[in-house]
Nanobody, 127 residues
């Protein structure tokens, strides 16, 4: 059974940093892309960042580019999301997801075709 487990969420003040982790089972990590999504109350889910696990290619949503960095540690089957210069509007539940069929970064950030989802970790940014 493929699994994705997120951790690292918490409450910080605006301008602060957090690092989220997504630890995947062997089968989930063998997917070709792992992505981070977020969903705030009353808002639609938003793709935040994605990484192609084979080559390390990354892509970001415009709302986080330059502030967030996605990276991977193949030895630990883990993908990280380093979040800097956090803003109150970054407050959301953050999820990671894996897909075996990411054809484009647009698809990887859309959420369409994701094969596995984690249960999320909550990030709260106060002003």
């Amino acid at each position: 059974q493929a699994q994705l487990v997120e951790s690292g969420g918490g409450s910080v003040q605006a301008g602060g940093s957090l690092r989220l982790s997504c630890t995947a089972s062997e089968s989930a990590y063998s997917s070709n892309c792992l992505s981070w999504f977020r969903q705030a109350p009353g808002k639609e889910r938003e793709g935040v960042a994605t990484i192609y696990t084979g080559g390390g290619r990354t892509a970001y949503a415009d709302s986080v580019r330059g502030r967030f960095t996605i990276s991977q540690d193949n030895a630990k089957n883990t993908v990280y999301l380093q979040m800097n210069s956090l803003k109150p509007e970054d407050t959301a539940m953050y999820y990671c997801a894996a897909s075996f069929s990411c054809l484009t970064t647009i698809q990887a950030l859309s959420g369409v075709g994701m094969d596995y989802w984690g249960e999320g970790t909550l990030v709260t940014i106060s002003s």
